[in-house]
């Protein structure tokens, strides 16, 4: 459609006359074109000097703008390579000025112009390569193939070509890369010079200043090690190269990199395989210092430090200009982006959308950002298209401004004042994220002592960590110091500091988000197992702020779903444990935190440690039997199922619980797999269960997942570690102990052969109400309750867990009540309900059960998260106090430790009268 009817917008004719003379030279045009075009002349020799040259072109391109890009774009499809120079000059010239006009008249929007002037980048450099490469073959100093495919070669847009945002003056940043994959050893010499000589004439093309014009400025400085390395490198040196020594603002350059010639499938896999490098797994703070040094030297080195002058002030690098929202956004999006691949966007706009849609800056922040953004670049567009300057800098004097005001169709000192401001808001925003205001210095006279020897701690053993903990020194004073008791929080906190083995990702954290300060203060005050779980899982701090970490709980099939997407992104089985330690370690956290502040209690915190549980192992699974099928053949017969026994069984578990497991397979008369290395259906489950303990239990660089505990298996440690189904049902009908049969009663299939979980679970529910046999479960009960005690004794004051009426008495009882009902039930209150439902109990005695372990339950919870092992008063911090007394509803440790009693030995009396008939 014409541009006419699309108009929205004019520049003022700088030079009337000028503008009235080109005019007079061009064909008739509608009356806006005519005013569009004299405007244009007017403010710029240099598009005035297209409009005059490109004249019988002009009238059709402005007709249809849109159709006269593809035009060009498809005929550079057929121009030989001896043309090629001459008709890349002419495009040039015909694209810069219909994407001027329609800047200009406000017909296209910024994202139009830089995408039209990118696609012809593109193109320029794809036409190059194949044309140059194809003489390469012809010579034979490359192997034919597909012209696709460019012989291996692939090329690398960056920067702004790569975000597809660049300017009327923009150099073009390439890498360029051969697959040195597809050539014999002895041929990758051969290849790559023949590739050194196809980027050296493809740069010559494009750079060539020849009639009055050129294509790019072709700049390949952006490769690995420009100093040295050849203008053409192979993959795997450049691969080398990232692994080694890449830095943080390399790492940003490829936020921005896409493949814009030669083999698009090579340039893909090269890039997936960057992909560790660019984008980091853990929250990358530390990139925030690297960022701002960078800044600082981009300052330095081109005079650009101090405050804002608009006389000739950059654009693009200047306080306030392009560089710094660029920088802010890219910053951003490399810190979280190893964990959101949603943030994974080149375009800078695109990426201020994305980081204000994950939650990481204001939708304010990102508003406003990018309306600067957008203004910014439509100065420089002016400032550069005066002459075909490769500039950023506004004018130096007022008549370049008077100039620029009438190309923006603006009053010269509105303009002037709405730059200042622009500016200003661009520093303040972009500032206060690389470097905040220091905070003036708290003045604390206390820990002077413990202070004095951080510096010798391992997280303080590089210059860079010393530098960023400093500044944080009076924050974490300070908080410190607001603790109920400050010397017990700073010994505490000092614990944590000390068993940290590196520092500057963690403070580079805390420096970025004070919050997360606090909640350390927080946690080692309160919770020293918790403050040590964290010196060793410090990464687990990404969590706090990736946006859902105080959510509501998914549920344990959501848990599943998303653990099952993390593996799925993994190639190897032991990357894809070392991802499921990672993703388990983070909600574990969640858990605890969530539980030290209150958001949930003991009785909640005990469902999600289990649900967790439950969802590692379900969706680690399939993968474990994946992995032991590569290489013996798939499961034989009906496969195998994870039974879960035990707590977490009961679905209920602590901070600190180990997982009680069995797993029981039906071989349905196959005798062994068919595979690579066939197995014996016995050996083949023996060995898959070994390989689910060690891929739970095995200690890696991510810590372990669990400790795995399959003592309850048939015949316990002298069984078999995988039970046949056949085995399981003779020997639970035929040997099984009763304390066996109490285990079933909380047995529970969590994973593997639907089919299959369902027999085992139709068969535990047909044997409980098979064997509650009364006295004989009771009189055997009772003997086992008095060899526990004999061997335990009665358990400290404290201990919530061990001893007459505590919680392993009470689910003994709870358990003997399902087995005498024959009840499937799992839960402690709804089998000592099932007791009661028998006779067995009474309600009465049912609901005094249930507070105990209720309570019981609550201090066991709080302890093992507090401290990870057992409870003494006296080493008790005030935080630890304060959260168990508030889980426990109690006023005092004193009135806890009477409740306790009093329970206890009332459930002690209880389950005597019922096991032993005493009282």
């Known amino acids: 459609m014409s541009i006419a009817r699309r108009i929205t917008r004019y520049p003022r004719p700088y030079d009337a006359a000028l503008g009235a003379d080109v005019l007079a030279q061009l064909p008739s045009f509608a009356p806006e074109i005519a005013k569009l075009l004299a405007g244009t002349a007017g403010c710029s020799p240099y598009l005035a000097g297209l409009m005059t040259r490109e004249k019988d072109w002009l009238p059709a391109a402005l007709e249809d703008p849109e159709a006269a890009v593809e035009i060009l774009l498809a005929e550079l499809e057929t121009i030989s390579l001896e043309a090629l120079p001459i008709h890349l000059r002419q495009m040039k010239r015909r694209i810069a000025l219909v994407a001027a006009l329609a800047d200009l008249g406000g017909v296209w929007p910024l994202e139009t112009v830089t995408l039209t002037l990118t696609r012809f980048a593109d193109a320029a450099v794809a036409a190059c390569i194949a044309r140059l490469v194809a003489a390469e073959v012809a010579r034979g100093k490359l192997p034919d193939g597909p012209p696709q495919d460019a012989a291996g070669m692939v090329v690398l847009a960056m920067g702004k070509m790569g975000a597809h945002e660049l300017n009327y003056s923009s150099d073009i940043d390439l890498i360029c890369l051969f697959d040195d994959s597809r050539f014999a050893p002895d041929d990758v010499f051969e290849a790559r010079t023949a590739f050194i000589r196809v980027t050296r004439r493809m740069t010559a093309i494009l750079s060539e200043v020849k009639d009055g014009g050129y294509v790019f400025r072709t700049d390949l400085r952006l490769r690995p090690d420009a100093s040295v390395m050849p203008v053409c490198l192979s993959m795997e040196a450049a691969e080398r190269y990232y692994e080694s020594v890449g830095r943080t603002w390399e790492r940003a350059a490829y936020i921005k990199a896409r493949v814009c010639a030669g083999d698009q499938a090579a340039g893909a896999r090269f890039l997936q395989t960057l992909r560790p490098f660019v984008w980091r797994k853990h929250l990358d703070f530390a990139a925030i210092q690297d960022a701002h040094d960078m800044r600082l030297k981009i300052r330095d080195h081109k005079g650009l430090g101090g405050p804002v002058t608009l006389a000739g002030h950059d654009m693009k690098l200047g306080r306030g200009g392009i560089r710094e929202i660029e920088f802010f956004t890219q910053t951003r999006q490399l810190i979280a982006g190893g964990r959101d691949a949603s943030l994974r966007l080149r375009g800078t706009g695109e990426g201020l959308h994305a980081l204000a849609g994950a939650g990481w800056i204001g939708a304010d922040v990102a508003a406003t950002l990018l309306d600067h953004y957008r203004h910014h670049r439509e100065v420089e567009h002016r400032v550069q298209m005066f002459a075909d300057a490769q500039t950023h800098h506004l004018p130096q004097d007022a008549a370049g401004f008077d100039r620029l005001a009438a190309f923006m169709g603006r009053d010269v000192a509105e303009l002037r004042d709405d730059l200042t401001r622009r500016l200003a808001d661009v520093h303040v925003l972009t500032e206060g994220f690389f470097a905040p205001d220091a905070k003036p210095k708290a003045q604390i006279t206390w820990g002077q002592d413990v202070v004095a020897r951080w510096q010798g701690y391992p997280a303080l053993r590089s210059p860079r960590a010393t530098e960023i903990f400093d500044r944080l020194i009076p924050q974490i004073m300070a908080s410190l110091q607001e603790a109920a008791r400050p010397d017990e929080a700073l010994a505490q906190f000092d614990g944590f500091l ?16 004070p919050q997360l300060t606090q909640l350390i203060v927080d946690i080692a005050a309160t919770a020293p197992a918790l403050a040590q779980y964290l010196s060793r899982n410090a990464a687990v701090l990404d969590a706090v702020i990736g946006g859902a970490f105080f959510d509501p709980w998914p549920g344990m099939a959501a848990l599943r779903d998303q653990l099952g997407t993390v ?353």
Not at 505 to 513: G, R, V, W
Not at 883 to 899: K, N, S, V
């Open 567 to 919: 593996l799925a992104g993994h190639a190897d089985y032991e990357s894809q444990l070392i991802a499921a330690r990672t993703w388990a370690r983070e909600w574990h956290f969640r858990i605890g935190v969530h539980h030290l502040r209150g958001l949930i209690g003991a009785t909640t915190s005990g469902t999600q440690y289990a649900d967790l549980a439950e969802a590692v192992i379900a969706a680690l699974w399939p993968v474990i039997v994946a992995e032991f099928a590569r290489k013996h053949g798939a499961p034989p017969g009906r496969g195998g199922a994870v039974v879960a026994m035990g707590s977490l069984g009961a679905a209920r578990l602590n901070a600190g619980s180990d997982l009680d497991l069995i797993v029981i397979y039906d071989p349905a008369g196959v005798e062994s797999s068919d595979g690579p290395r066939p197995l014996a259906t016995r050996a083949y489950f023996a060995r898959l269960t070994q390989a689910l303990i060690t891929a739970l239990a095995a200690p890696m660089s991510a810590g372990r997942l669990y400790e795995v505990d399959m003592r309850l298996r048939p015949s316990g440690r002298q069984g078999p570690v995988a039970t046949s189904l056949e085995s399981f049902i003779d020997y639970q009908n035929k040997e099984a102990w009763t304390w066996e049969h109490l285990a079933l009663t909380r047995a529970r299939p969590i994973t593997g052969e639907p089919d299959l979980r369902a027999a085992i679970e139709t068969f535990r529910r047909d044997l409980l109400r098979r064997k509650g046999q009364g006295a004989a479960v009771v009189a055997d009960v009772a003997e086992m309750r008095a060899r526990l005690a004999q061997a335990k004794g009665p358990g400290e004051a404290w201990d919530a867990k061990t001893g007459p009426g505590r919680l392993q008495d009470i689910e003994l009882c709870a358990q003997t009540a399902a087995l005498i009902a024959g009840s499937p039930a799992r839960d402690l209150a709804a089998q000592l309900d099932a007791g009661v439902t028998a006779g067995w109990l009474d309600a009465a005695d049912a609901q005094a059960l249930c507070d105990a372990a209720r309570l019981l339950w609550q201090l066991q919870a709080a302890v093992r998260l507090l401290t990870g092992g057992g409870l003494d008063p006296n080493d008790l911090g005030e935080g630890a106090r304060r959260m168990i007394l508030r889980d426990t509803d109690t006023p005092g440790l004193d009135a806890l430790l009477a409740r306790m009693t009093r329970l206890h030995k009332a459930a002690d009396a209880i389950i005597s009268r019922r096991l032993e008939g005493t009282g």
């Open 498 to 513: 000390a068993g940290l083995p590196a520092g500057v990702q963690l403070f580079s954290l805390f420096e970025a988000n």
